[in-house]
């Protein structure tokens, strides 16, 4: 009863508060990451020279919302509707009606994509979840034309009493047949060839140890070539102790519920998991930037700690579409700094001064990078949640 206790009140400091800082030991820690300097440097990697772009971004109607990695040297453009761009040829390629999603995620699969959101929430609350109701989160799936194949009310999956908490905490596999998702009672995996769901960690059962001291799930990808499931996580002493916050954690668990592993890096503190085949990018916390960078290998979970160019770099990164490169934003005088890193390496390969051109209120929020790797693109959008504004989107090689 003391960790369910504990796991409820943590519940309700994530919706009204974020995440708990990272003040505790954990008895899962694994090797310690190493301290690399980042230098700019060529990358380890796909060394051929760019691929020429010709982006025209007038050929889309409407205020861009969003530009995010499809495949090879496409992007999805979320504007007027949703459209599927090619950077080589500066044509659309196809076109959808955009779906009334907030806090989108876009998730290229073989085959298709899908695009993962809530539905914007009524009332007068402001934005935040009461405690009587949840966020209505759902899939869209479409081929690699966008023609709509299904539409996945994500929320209607959970058991009576749960809810979804965001759509972080949702992924899908790379074959597209299994969307994982979690909740305050564990971990749940979609098959959506059977309609079935299977659930692998059980947040519910009062054995701390087996659950390696997890009490909230917040994000989620797949790794290990689809066969694993990451996450990013909050957890607590094992044996719980009352008066002891939660600290962020970073794990894995097989598709088959098996193998869980659960890790508090040593000296840092994981805020954001963006997830690859065979690595995971590992974000420590956007308000508190600290100037570096984790990379984890999914498999062996060998840590490496980058030390990027700035102190305060590291709150706003994005990872490439194969995961090549990440990309760091910080705010200059007259606009932002982009700079690009190689992930093997920690070798800084660009770095892009982008300006404001004397509109204060893009910096009301953090540049969108879309960063592409066949191609060697980096797509900078400013300006995109501020309605009384055009977004400006530029577009650099490196």
């Not at 205020?63 to 949703?82: H, M, R, T």
């Not at 790794?223 to 008066?243: C, E, H, M, R, W």
């Not at 990309?327 to 892009?352: C, F, H, L, N, P």
Request: proline residues 4%.
């Amino acid at each position: 009863m003391k960790k369910t206790f504990l796991r409820i009140a943590l519940c309700l400091t994530l919706v009204l508060s974020g995440c708990a800082q990272n003040s505790a030991p954990q008895p899962q820690s694994q090797a310690n990451g190493q301290a690399l300097p980042a230098q700019m440097g060529s990358s380890s990697q796909n060394t051929a020279a760019p691929v020429a772009v010709k982006a025209n971004w007038g050929n889309l109607q409407g205020k861009i919302e969003g530009v995010y990695p499809a495949k090879g040297s496409k992007v999805l453009v979320v504007a007027s509707q949703l459209s599927l761009y090619d950077l080589t040829t500066g044509e659309i390629v196809a076109t959808t009606p955009k779906e009334g999603l907030d806090e989108l995620r876009v998730i290229p699969f073989d085959g298709g994509y899908a695009l993962v959101g809530q539905d914007a929430l009524g009332g007068t609350t402001g934005g935040l979840v009461e405690m009587n109701e949840s966020p209505e989160i759902r899939a869209v799936i479409y081929d690699e034309q966008l023609a709509k194949q299904e539409e996945i009310p994500l929320s209607g999956l959970v058991s009576e009493g749960e809810f979804l908490i965001d759509p972080q905490a949702i992924a899908v596999s790379p074959d597209g047949k299994s969307i994982a998702f979690a909740t305050l009672q564990g971990l749940t995996l979609y098959n959506r060839v059977h309609k079935t769901t299977t659930r692998l960690i059980d947040l519910t059962v009062q054995d701390e140890e087996t659950n390696l001291g997890l009490s909230v799930i917040e994000q989620l990808g797949f790794t290990n070539d689809g066969y694993t499931i990451s996450f990013k996580a909050q957890s607590l002493d094992v044996p719980a102790v009352l008066s002891k916050p939660s600290f962020d954690t970073v794990g894995t668990v097989n598709v088959d519920g098996s193998n869980l592993i659960n890790i508090k890096p040593e000296g840092y503190a994981p805020k954001m998991l963006i997830s690859y085949p065979s690595k995971l990018l590992v974000a420590e916390d956007f308000k508190t930037a600290s100037g570096r960078m984790m990379v984890m290998d999914s498999k062996s979970k060998e840590q490496k700690i980058y030390k990027l160019s700035g102190s305060q770099e590291g709150g706003n990164v994005y990872g490439s579409d194969m995961g090549r490169y990440f990309a760091s934003s910080i705010e200059s005088k007259d606009g932002w700094t982009v700079r690009i890193y190689d992930t093997d390496s920690g070798a800084m390969v660009k770095q892009e001064n982008i300006s404001n051109d004397g509109q204060d209120q893009y910096a009301m929020d953090d540049p969108m990078l879309c960063v592409l790797d066949d191609t060697k693109t980096c797509i900078v959008l400013l300006g995109r949640k501020q309605q009384a504004v055009d977004t400006k989107i530029t577009t650099f090689s490196f």
